[in-house]
């Protein structure tokens, strides 16, 4: 299996999200923003930083001390399933997976830092949905689809996920849907090509009322 050309297309992606998009979007900006401070904020602090607690920490800024993310299209890792992390963490240092502040941020990993960053993620309790009242008529159409798409069958049916398949249940929304468009364009490698797969049918308008109703799943 050849997958130079999605790494092409994800670097020139990320480079694209970042160079292009900055001075178009207000929410884009602000995302660039914090995760540039927070990205500083890594590079600058590692050789201060020697224990356990101060290295995850620098992780959990980002990604949310109880488990939750409050940043734009940064995942809530809290109650992943511990084989899930050490894999994805994997693909980001050996730069299969590239998302720049993450494959900095796992570049001088260990394989050793890989499970005990796993294991220490995988007890961060599980993120919370959106509070407020969610609109039943497009949880519907996401349920329905979960259903005929089998999202269940893999992701568990509570969509708590399982070995290497992420939780789904209150991720971000935002998130959820970079994810399944991803999948979709091939520009996000996975471990195996089941996402790939799974996304093709899947439309656009689909991918949204998936993942509103994987972001209020509980
Ligand atoms: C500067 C912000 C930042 C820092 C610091 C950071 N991350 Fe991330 N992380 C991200 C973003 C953004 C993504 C989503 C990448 C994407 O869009 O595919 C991500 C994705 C991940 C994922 C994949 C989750 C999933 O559901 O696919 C894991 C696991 C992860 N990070 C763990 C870590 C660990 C462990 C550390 C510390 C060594 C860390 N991160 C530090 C921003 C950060
Ligand atoms: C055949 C099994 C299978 C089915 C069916 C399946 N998934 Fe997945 N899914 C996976 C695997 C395996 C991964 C991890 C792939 C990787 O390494 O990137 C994954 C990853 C994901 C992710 C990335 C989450 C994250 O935190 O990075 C999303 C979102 C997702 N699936 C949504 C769905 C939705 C929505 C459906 C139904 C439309 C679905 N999946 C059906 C196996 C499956």
Known sequence: MNLNP???AIEGGAAL???????????KDMRTLLIALAFVHAMVVP??????QERIGLCLTCHGENGQSDNVEVPSLGAEPAPFVPIQLYLFREKQRRVEPMTDAAKDLTDDDLRQFSDFIARLPAPKPPRGSPDAAR???GRTLAQRYH?????????????????????REDYLVKALREYKSNTRPGYDASMAEVTQPIS????????YFMARAE
């Open 6 to 8: 999605q790494f092409v």
């Open 17 to 27: 999200d970042i160079r292009t998009l900055a001075g178009t979007d207000p929410n």
């Open 47 to 52: 050789c201060l930083a020697e224990t356990f």
């Open 139 to 141: 949880m519907e159409r």
């Open 151 to 171: 999202c269940g069958f893999c992701h568990n049916p509570d969509f708590s996920g399982r070995d290497n398949i992420p939780r789904l249940a209150a991720q």
């Open 204 to 211: 656009d308008t689909e991918i949204l009322d998936l993942a």
